[in-house]
């Protein structure tokens, strides 16, 4: 998709990314942007860490569901085409993030298997034996390629999402890291301001450490319990001393 507006990196297990996709759909909807869904792997990211020392207890198993999950998808876009990876993510992230206790029977099922996979699958049409790219780790190389390629735009010490705004020449930047979804009227606002900022060419980073927790459906449960932890856009983390 050369002619795309917005390149948009994701891992599939990110909440934030998801938060951010969400409020990203809904400019492309008002500004009429074509967005391309890329591919970023936090557990290609997170390759050198020990994660028994750098993350929380559970953080590696979601990383790697996240580089399961991609694998899949790349799979897909390589046999159906670029088109076909909005509406992937998009049913993915809906499964993991926007479903309660209760809403669905896979929702306990962990993200990376086939059982949580194939279901996602039946409901686009696409066959359940795309499933078994799961496992094969011959999709890797490209996945990593193209965590490369996001990374080269803003740095290594990011995480999920990155955004490239009118590629290639535009501006790119990490996030924005939101917790909650703006309304329709602050979409574009929001928008505006963040590319404003970003454009700027001495601009570097605007941080901000305390956020509240992601207003998500999935968060009204134990996070173990459907798989996803609250910090997974980041990169590599340290240890608290």
Not at 62 to 74: D, N, Q, S
Request: hydrophobic share 40%.
């Amino acid at each position: 998709m050369t002619d795309a507006d917005l390149h948009f990196y994701f891992d599939p297990v990110c909440p934030f990314a998801w938060i951010t996709s969400k409020w990203v759909r809904m400019v492309a909807a008002q500004r009429d942007y074509r967005v391309d869904w890329r591919f970023i792997s936090l557990r290609i990211l997170n390759a050198g860490i020990d994660y028994d020392t750098h993350f929380p207890a559970h953080y590696e198993d979601g990383h790697t569901a996240g580089l399961k999950l991609l694998r899949v998808a790349a799979r897909i876009r390589a046999e159906y085409g670029r088109a076909v990876i909005g509406p992937l993510y998009e049913s993915i992230g809906r499964r993991i993030f926007d479903t309660g206790p209760g809403d669905h029977p896979i929702v306990a099922a962990t993200p990376g298997s086939s059982a949580f996979l194939e279901p996602i699958l039946q409901d686009m049409s696409l066959p359940t034996d795309l499933s078994d790219a799961l496992e094969d780790n011959a999709f890797d190389t490209e996945l990593r390629a193209e965590t490369d390629e996001a990374l080269a735009l803003t740095g290594r010490d990011v995480g999920t999402p990155i955004l490239h705004f009118r590629p290639p020449g535009g501006v790119a930047f990490f996030g924005p890291v939101i917790s909650r979804l703006p309304g329709e009227e602050e979409a574009g606002l929001l928008w505006d301001h963040v590319v404003g900022l970003a454009s700027f060419p001495g601009f570097a980073e605007l941080k901000r450490s305390l956020r509240e927790r992601p207003q998500l459906a999935s968060f009204d449960v134990p996070a173990e319990s459907v798989g996803v932890q609250e910090d997974w856009h980041g990169g590599s983390r340290r240890t608290k001393k």
